[in-house]
Nanobody, 126 residues
């Protein structure tokens, strides 16, 4: 099992940027597809972005496409989410997740994913 720890959340003004990091330990990180999800107050957790084990394939929710970029550094066992042009509606707790099947991450099948981090709060002020 892989263990995940997110960091990089905080308070930012609308139009600003943040970069989230998710550090992994445990089983071989490079064998996992990785994803970012978010949960806003009173809402269900939703898919944000996913990346294949090699980094060669990425997927995004329509709401963040063109503003967010997911990447990974397998040498550092870390996945990143660069968030630009942030909007107040991006305010949420952001979670990273891992699974050995990319399709599970992209599908956002929450209860099927192998591992979750504890989350990091992103607050975007207007």
């Amino acid at each position: 099992q892989v263990q995940l720890v997110e960091s990089g959340g905080g308070l930012v003004q609308a139009g600003g940027s943040l970069r989230l990091s998710c550090a992994a330990s445990g089983r071989t990180f490079s064998s996992y597809a990785m994803g970012w999800f978010r949960q806003a107050p009173g809402k269900e957790r939703e898919f944000v972005a996913a990346i294949s084990w090699s980094g060669g394939n990425t997927y995004y929710a329509d709401s963040v496409k063109g503003r967010f970029t997911i990447s990974r550094d397998n040498a550092k066992n870390t996945v990143y989410l660069q968030m630009n042009s942030l909007k107040p509606e991006d305010t949420a707790v952001y979670y990273c997740a891992a699974d050995d099947k990319l399709r599970t991450v992209v599908a956002g099948t929450l209860n099927a994913l192998d591992a979750w981090g504890q989350g990091t709060l992103v607050t975007v002020s207007s």
